[in-house]
């Protein structure tokens, strides 16, 4: 019953450096999305797939790939860190986004770039 | 354009003191207002989801209601284990109502 699995959880980059950012969900969901969250900006949509083979940009894609690797997985790559990519990053699934629930968020990855 | 204003930024409740949470949209023609709580350190977790003007869901001290302009979310008789942020959101027009756009949420600290 693990729902939305983030890996790392925490990660330091030096300005630059390259990562990926690993969600993976076992509820056999059809959408999944990426969003960072930074101190008074709320959560922001950086891309979303919203089906298998899909991807799309959200409202802060530069800086950032996506990869759909299956239904099960969605990672999110910086190839060159800045430091204003600083920020906590957080995957989520949905059967459809209008579904009775939503989203169903993983636990987050705090990034930092140096 | 879709927005999601959410307000106060911050709210500080001495326990069993009542208030509310408010939530504006402007949306052409809404899909869904999902209400989320989030733990420090934690990501959202779902609260309600309301899709039409006169709606209302409970769930313990929390009820959310809807008008065609904001949503509401009253906290009757809060508890310390009540403090969290809470947001909210709308399917937004940009993604074709595949995504969700969130409001900045409101801090809720309630002290014993």
């Known amino acids: 019953n693990a729902g939305v699995t983030q890996t790392p959880k925490f990660q330091v980059l030096k300005t630059g450096q390259s990562m990926t950012l690993q969600c993976a969900q076992d509820?056999?969901?059809?959408?999944m999305y990426w969003y960072r969250q930074d101190p008074g900006m709320g959560l922001r949509l950086i891309y979303y797939s919203a089906s298998e083979g899909t991807t799309d940009k959200g409202e802060v894609p530069n800086g950032y790939n996506v990869s759909r690797l299956n239904k099960r997985e969605f990672s999110l790559r910086l190839e060159s860190a800045a430091p204003s990519q600083t920020s906590v990053y957080f995957c989520?699934?949905?059967?459809?986004?209008?579904?009775?629930?939503?989203?169903?968020f993983g636990s987050g990855t705090r990034l930092t770039v140096v | 354009e879709d927005q999601v204003t959410q307000s106060p930024e911050a709210l500080r409740l001495q326990e069993g003191e009542s208030s509310s949470l408010n939530c504006s949209y402007t949306?052409?023609?809404?899909?869904?207002l999902f209400w989320y709580r989030q733990d420090p350190g934690k990501g959202p977790e779902f609260l309600f989801t309301l899709y039409s003007a006169g709606e209302e869901k409970e769930k313990e001290r929390l009820k959310a209601t809807l008008t065609k302009k904001e949503s509401f979310l009253h906290i009757t008789a809060p508890k310390p284990e009540d403090s969290a942020t809470y947001l909210c959101?709308?399917?937004?027009?940009?993604?074709?109502?595949?995504?969700?756009?969130f409001g900045s949420g409101t801090r809720l600290q309630v002290q014993p």
């Open positions: 949306v052409s023609g809404l899909r869904g």
């Open positions: 509820m056999n969901h059809n959408s």
């Open positions: 989520a699934s949905s059967a459809g986004v209008l579904q009775n629930y939503g989203y169903t």
């Open positions: 959101a709308v399917p937004h027009a940009d993604t074709g109502r595949r995504a969700l756009t």
